[in-house]
C-alpha cells in the first residue's frame, strides 16, 4: 500500500509559478514511477508529467517547457514545478503512484490539490 498526499495548490494569475508537492508513505517509494495528471471540470483525466523510478521525464505537449516533474527519493517525495500557468492549467491535480512487475499493476492516487489560474 502507498499513501499520497498532494499539497500547494492555490490559485494564481496567469505567468505565474506554482510547485505541487506529493508526500507518499506506506512502500517502497523508489520502486513506483510517479505521475501528475489533471482534471478539468467537465473534461477527462489527463496524464500531465510523469517520472520513472530511474529519473527518466516525460511530459503532455501542452506543458512541456513550462512544467518540471522531479522526485526526491530520500523524501519519498515527488514534485510539479509549474511556471507561466496559463488559465487552461486549471484544474484539480492528482499524483498517481505506478508500478508494473510479473504482470501485475499497482495503481495508488492522491486526493487531488485545485489549482485555478486566473486571466
Known amino acids: 500500500q502507498v499513501q499520497l498526499v498532494e499539497s500547494g495548490g492555490g490559485l494564481v494569475q496567469a505567468g505565474g509559478s506554482l510547485r505541487l508537492s506529493c508526500a507518499a508513505s506506506g512502500s517502497i517509494f523508489s520502486f513506483y514511477a510517479m505521475n501528475w495528471h489533471r482534471q478539468a471540470p467537465g473534461k477527462q483525466r489527463e496524464l500531465v508529467a510523469a517520472?520513472?523510478?530511474?529519473?527518466?521525464?516525460n511530459y503532455v505537449d501542452s506543458v512541456k517547457g513550462r512544467f518540471t516533474i522531479s522526485r526526491d527519493n530520500a523524501k519519498n517525495t515527488v514534485y510539479l514545478q509549474m511556471n507561466s500557468l496559463k488559465p487552461e492549467d486549471t484544474a484539480v491535480y492528482y499524483c498517481n503512484a505506478h508500478r508494473s512487475y510479473s504482470g501485475t499493476n499497482w495503481d495508488y492516487w492522491g486526493q487531488g490539490t485545485q489549482v485555478t489560474v486566473s486571466s
Open positions: 517520472i520513472t523510478s530511474g529519473g527518466n521525464t
